[in-house]
């Protein structure tokens, strides 16, 4: 495994991101595990964090013109991804978010920040459903822009709906790439060499089994 994949696993149960055990997900499975950016709450932990992202972006190669971040929790992401690809790898990179009702007075809009132009690259937490996604996709498109990719913070692999995942039916939708700082196999290699988690290992990958791609 990566180092900085392995950082990132630590990093995420040290914040209280990624916990084991036993949780019933929206979609009403039942998961031995749960992760959750929202839970990011200080500075350093989000400046830590846009550094995952970061690297993730820059060693994807993926061409962009401007971040953007959906309301809500993409916002912290994407301005602190903007931070990070700026101190950590020279790239200033414009970033923006949208609000969630549009502003009617002052410069009105619906964006706030760059304008969206060329290629957008999203930055989000997970993808689930895929439903948020869409949206921004739909939104990018509206403003003349065209997507340049998705960047989330961990790839589930699970199945949506069908045998694909939402992450495949979104790249095969929109001819766009879908990029993950880790991924749940990334997740198992990192529980198999831990002391602490192997007790969660074989849950783990029961559940890969079961709703895995």
Same mark, same amino acid.
């Given at each position: 495994?990566?180092?900085?994949?392995?950082?990132?696993?630590?990093?995420?149960?040290?914040?209280?991101?990624?916990?084991?055990? =036993?949780?019933?997900?929206?979609?009403? %499975? !039942?998961?031995?595990?749960?992760?959750?950016? &929202?839970?990011?709450?200080? *500075? $350093? +932990?989000?400046?830590?964090?846009?550094?995952?992202?970061?690297?993730?972006?820059?060693?994807?190669?993926?061409?962009?013109?401007?971040?953007?971040?959906?309301?809500?929790?993409?916002?912290?992401?994407?301005?602190?991804?903007?931070?990070?690809?700026?101190?950590?790898?020279?790239? =200033?990179?414009?970033?923006?978010?949208? %609000? !969630?009702?549009?502003?009617?007075?002052?410069? &009105?809009?619906?964006?706030? *920040? $760059? +304008?969206?132009?060329?290629?957008?690259?999203?930055?989000?937490?997970?993808?689930?459903?895929?439903?948020?996604?869409?949206?921004?996709?739909?939104?990018?498109?509206?403003?003349?822009?065209?997507?340049?990719?998705?960047?989330?913070?961990?790839?589930?692999?699970?199945?949506?709906?069908?045998?694909?995942?939402?992450?495949?039916?979104?790249?095969?939708?929109?001819?766009?790439?879908?990029?993950?700082?880790?991924?749940?196999?990334?997740?198992?290699?990192?529980?198999?060499?831990?002391?602490?988690?192997?007790?969660?290992?074989?849950?783990?990958?029961?559940?890969?089994?079961?709703?895995?791609?």
């Amino acid at each position: 495994m990566h180092t900085h994949k392995h950082a990132f696993f630590e990093f995420c149960i040290r914040q209280g991101v990624l916990k084991f055990g =036993d949780f019933v997900l929206k979609s009403g %499975r !039942k998961s031995p595990y749960f992760f959750n950016t &929202g839970l990011i709450s200080s *500075g $350093a +932990a989000l400046a830590a964090l846009g550094g995952f992202y970061a690297s993730a972006i820059a060693e994807s190669g993926l061409r962009f013109d401007v971040l953007f971040g959906p309301a809500y929790k993409g916002i912290p992401l994407a301005a602190a991804a903007a931070i990070a690809l700026a101190q950590q790898h020279g790239h =200033d990179a414009p970033y923006a978010f949208n %609000r !969630k009702e549009a502003k009617t007075h002052g410069e &009105g809009g619906e964006i706030v *920040g $760059a +304008a969206l132009r060329g290629g957008v690259l999203i930055v989000d937490d997970v993808i689930t459903a895929g439903t948020a996604v869409n949206e921004s996709l739909e939104l990018i498109r509206r403003h003349g822009a065209r997507p340049a990719g998705v960047v989330i913070s961990l790839d589930r692999q699970e199945k949506g709906q069908g045998s694909r995942s939402a992450i495949q039916e979104i790249e095969a939708a929109n001819d766009i790439k879908v990029i993950s700082i880790a991924t749940l196999s990334d997740l198992l290699d990192y529980i198999g060499g831990s002391k602490q988690l192997q007790a969660y290992a074989d849950s783990v990958q029961r559940y890969r089994e079961e709703y895995g791609i």
